[in-house]
């Protein structure tokens, strides 16, 4: 499967703004910029990995940022450079081994549909570079003195946006070669055509804008605030629920949200029989209508032996992704007499908020017993319940 890292050059010093602190921290509906930006490409189906490249005096900043609104796959946040370009360039440095696609996207591109990520990564992919860009619609004037001295023609030209995506081998060798020519450019395209590689356009979206004066934060604010009708950013909700129960035997592991847990025995499964993540699996799948587990991975395929329900779980992400639909909230519950699960409650939340997009504040996680009643309190077996609710992808 296509692995793809996104590198969020948020280094500006947002002069523009007439303001001491930098752009990308100023608050937009309640939370700072670089907040939504991130949350944004936390919910692309393919982005598996984030490093923010930041001001070298906020980087302690935007760790905070990180740790308090749980944007829980960003890997690094790392100091930036001189120019946009440094910046990028030490992003790429700090990518982990394994990804084929990088996107970078501005730190203050807020607004950008998750949808529209994930076109540009897949095209990416396909021709080996790819952009965001929108054609230009307005008149264009040169202007010299205050003076129009020429119109100039619209045909053929748009306006760039981000992300801006590639393979990650011949970003590598954009960059290699730019720092031995001692090439600048405004934007990763520009580097890409200097080694000669085609780059393919997406068509971008007006609302993806950059924030970059007062105006801007204003038009931000108002795209982002729910319509009069009241519909805002939760249509086409769905509401899903999942169950899942196994039994206790021994020589297994017990695996609970992609987290092995010491106790005498483990859950029996075809896969790794992680009760939670399936009982999650199965109400987001039910509540796309995509039928349920067994469906799509059926014990009887060998491919589906001892595997991760990380996994299993990333694939459901992607199907439900497919139906142009994505994970707002989940409540989960785990029904066990025995072991005591809350000392393993964050490393839970940790991988499912990774693995599904969404910031752990988004998931609520509880364990109960049963008083000593039914399979689960004679110690036969554990259980789950999972509540979610899916919204259309904005």
Not at 377 to 388: D, S
């Amino acid at each position: 499967m296509t692995t793809a890292a996104a590198i969020i050059p948020a280094g500006g010093a947002g002069l523009r703004m007439g303001l001491d602190l930098p752009k990308q921290y100023l608050e937009l509906a309640g939370l700072p910029i670089l907040v939504h930006t991130v949350r944004a490409l936390q919910r692309s189906s393919l982005i598996k990995t984030i490093v923010i490249v930041a001001p070298g005096e906020h980087l302690a900043r935007t760790r905070e940022l990180v740790r308090r609104y749980g944007l829980t796959r960003v890997e690094q946040v790392v100091a930036g450079g001189r120019t946009r370009q440094d910046s990028v360039a030490a992003g790429l440095r700090c990518l982990p081994a394994g990804i084929d696609l990088v996107a970078v996207h501005d730190g203050v591109r807020p607004l950008i549909d998750p949808g529209l990520i994930d076109a540009c990564l897949k095209q990416a992919g396909e021709t080996g570079a790819a952009i965001l860009a929108v054609p230009v619609r307005d008149t264009l004037k040169s202007v010299n003195d205050e003076f129009v001295t020429a119109n100039v023609g619209r045909a053929g030209l748009w306006q760039a946006q981000t992300p801006q995506a590639a393979r990650i081998e011949l970003l590598q060798r954009a960059f290699a070669v730019a720092a031995a020519d001692g090439f600048a450019a405004t934007d990763e395209a520009a580097l890409l055509e200097h080694i000669d590689v085609k780059v393919s356009v997406v068509m971008g979206s007006a609302a993806n804008l950059k924030v970059t004066s007062p105006d801007d934060l204003v038009l931000a604010e108002a795209l982002l605030k729910p319509d009069r009708r009241g519909e805002g950013a939760v249509a086409n909700l769905r509401v899903g629920h999942g169950y899942d129960a196994h039994r206790l035997e021994e020589g297994r592991e017990l695996v609970l949200g992609g987290v092995v847990i010491p106790y005498e025995r483990g859950l029996a499964g075809h896969s790794d029989a992680d009760v939670l993540l399936h009982a999650l699996a199965d109400a987001m799948l039910g509540a796309a209508g995509l039928g349920d587990l067994g469906r799509h991975f059926p014990d009887s395929d060998p491919a589906f032996q001892g595997i991760s329900s990380l996994v299993l779980l990333e694939r459901v992400v992607e199907k439900v992704a497919g139906r142009n639909l994505r994970l707002v909230n989940a409540d989960l519950t785990v029904i066990a007499q025995q072991p005591k699960l809350a000392p393993y409650f964050a490393p839970m939340l940790e991988n499912i908020a990774k693995t599904v997009g969404v910031d752990a504040a988004f998931l609520n996680l509880k364990a109960t017993t049963t008083e000593h009643m039914g399979f689960a309190g004679r110690g036969e077996g554990i259980a789950a319940h999972a509540v979610v609710s899916l919204a259309g992808r904005n």
